[in-house]
C-alpha cells in the first residue's frame, strides 16, 4: 500500500506542476492547444488534470507521514511562518476580490506573490524530507512562473485602476480567512495546531 501512495504523491506533483509548468510557457496565440481546442475545452481539461494532481499529491503527503526528519526546526521559525502567512491570506483575496485595489496594483500578481509565501512559512517549521518536496515544489513553481509571466510581458494588475474598497475587502476578509485557519481550520484540516 505504501508504494500506491508513493505512486500518488510523485504522480500528482508530475500532474499538478506539469499543467501549470506548461500553462506558464504555452504559446497565447491560436496556433497553441489552447487556441486550437478553443478556451472552454481548454480549462476543462486543465482543471480537471490539475484537481485530480491536486486530490493525489495531498493524499499521497498526508498517507505516507511521518515523512523523514531532516532536523527539528528552532521554535522561533514558527513566529515567522505565522507573519508570513498573514500578508498571503491578505494577497489571495486580493487575487480576486472584487474591485482591485492599491495591494493588487502594486504587487502585480498577488496569488503568485502568496503562493510563495505560503510555501515558504511552510518550509520553515517543516524539516522532513516530504515538506521539503511538496513545499519546495511550490516555491520553485512560484520562482518559475513569476519568470515566465515577466518574459511574457504580462504585467497582471499593473494597470488597473485601483479602489480602496478593494483594499479592505482584502483586508477583512484575509484577516477573518487567517484568524479562522489558526484558531479552527488548520487543526481540522490537517491535524496541526499551528499555535502548539
Do not use: C
Request: hydrophobic share 55%; charged share 15%.
Amino acid at each position: 500500500m505504501e508504494l500506491a501512495y508513493i505512486a500518488a504523491f510523485f504522480g500528482g506533483l508530475l500532474v499538478f506542476f506539469g499543467t501549470h509548468v506548461y500553462t506558464a510557457f504555452r504559446r497565447r496565440d491560436e496556433d497553441g492547444i489552447a487556441g486550437m481546442m478553443g478556451r472552454g475545452p481548454y480549462m476543462a481539461i486543465y482543471s480537471i488534470l490539475t484537481g485530480i494532481g491536486f486530490v493525489a499529491l495531498v493524499w499521497g503527503y498526508a498517507s505516507l507521514k511521518p515523512w523523514i526528519a531532516l532536523g527539528v526546526p528552532p521554535d522561533f521559525t514558527r513566529h515567522i511562518a505565522m507573519t508570513l502567512m498573514l500578508p498571503a491570506m491578505v494577497l489571495i483575496v486580493a487575487a480576486y476580490a472584487p474591485p482591485a485595489g492599491f495591494i493588487k496594483k502594486a504587487v502585480k500578481h498577488p496569488m503568485l506573490a502568496a503562493v510563495k509565501l505560503w510555501a515558504l512559512a511552510h518550509l520553515l517549521v517543516n524539516w522532513d524530507v516530504g515538506s521539503l518536496i511538496l513545499f519546495g515544489s511550490f516555491l520553485a513553481f512560484g520562482v518559475i512562473d513569476r519568470i515566465a509571466v515577466k518574459k511574457r510581458g504580462d504585467e497582471g494588475a499593473a494597470r488597473v485602476q485601483p479602489n480602496v474598497l478593494g483594499d479592505l475587502i482584502s483586508l477583512a476578509v484575509g484577516l477573518a480567512l487567517y484568524a479562522l485557519l489558526v484558531y479552527e481550520l488548520h487543526y481540522t484540516l490537517f491535524g496541526v495546531d499551528p499555535l502548539g
